[in-house]
């Protein structure tokens, strides 16, 4: 299902199937490579946006699921081969998120990356965009250079809101120096800003600065068009998480037991300064189905 048909479910369908073709947005991985591509191991970057707070999931790792892996399920289609992993933390800052996550997510040999981050930045911080983009500029220049696609995001259009309102003009400036770096390293935009569906308040979640299951439903989607992959997502209509084998559900629970449960608890007993979990959501590829394996 391309974009139009997305948000226009009368509008004809456009999309390319799994695969993106020469000259079309999921057609050229990096300089000089060319033919269609067909992803098989991605690995997502970034804070609570990326993590996937505000879309609640017992089943999935830290008992949430969110646009990323969203995206992985239908990535993953047909592809037994397919891995997926997750080193969002929600609350950090952006020299944290590179800090942290860049080697780690070259390491893991992506090719699918996507990078969200400065949000937390811009909204407690009021940090300069431009100081932000000479960061982002450098880290994604290393990710480009892997040969993986890389997908960055806008923030998004929170209009004239009593808080949000205020830094508008520095996420506006902020979201042209991220095309202007996506230019510059042959990457992709998801585009928040112009995503208007988002100023509908079913699309976020109750504190107001994160998305609501709707909410990363429809950027799931948007994210898929931006690669030109056909989808099966529809309009206002999310679909439920897969459901896997009895195997596979334990080694969910023991992931999210790991990786999230035991962490809390510990932060009960000797709480963080800033209270804010440091555990990424899904720290090796795997499959889908089942979060965490011994996937290499």
């Known amino acids: 299902m391309n974009a139009a048909s997305f948000f226009d479910p009368g509008a004809g369908r456009t999309g390319a199937g799994r695969t993106g073709a020469p000259g079309t947005a999921a057609g050229t991985r990096s300089a000089g490579t060319s033919g269609p591509i067909q992803w098989s191991r991605y690995v997502a970057l970034g804070d609570s ?136 390293h042959n990457g992709l935009i998801a585009d928040l800003w112009t995503l208007r569906q988002l100023t509908d308040p079913q699309m976020w979640a109750p504190d107001r600065l994160h998305f609501s299951p709707m909410g990363h439903h429809t950027i799931a989607a948007m994210v898929l068009e931006t690669l030109n992959v056909d989808h099966t997502l529809l309009p206002l209509q999310p679909k439920p998480p897969l459901s896997g084998s009895w195997r596979e559900s334990k080694a969910g629970d023991l992931a999210w037991f790991t990786n999230y449960l035991v962490p809390w608890m510990v932060s009960r007993v000797r709480p963080r300064e800033d209270g804010v979990p440091r555990t990424a959501k899904r720290p090796q590829p795997g499959p889908v189905l089942g979060t965490l394996s011994s996937a290499p």
Do not use: C
Request: proline share 7%.
């Open 49 to 184: 946006f990326t993590a996937g707070i505000g879309d609640p999931e017992p089943r999935s790792p830290g008992g949430v699921r969110g646009w990323a892996d969203r995206i992985a399920e239908e990535l993953s289609e047909g592809q037994p081969d397919f891995a997926y992993a997750n080193l969002a933390v929600s609350g950090l800052v952006m020299r944290q998120i590179l800090d942290q996550q860049l080697g780690p997510a070259i390491e893991l040999k992506p090719d699918l990356v996507t990078l969200s981050a400065g949000g937390n930045d811009l909204v407690f911080h009021r940090s300069d965009p431009d100081r932000l983009a000479v960061i982002l500029d450098t880290a994604v220049g290393m990710l480009s250079a892997t040969g993986a696609t890389v997908v960055l995001f806008t923030g998004p259009d929170w209009g004239d809101t009593p808080v949000f309102g205020r830094i508008r003009g520095k996420v506006a400036v902020f979201n042209e120096n991220i095309r202007t770096i996506a230019a510059r």
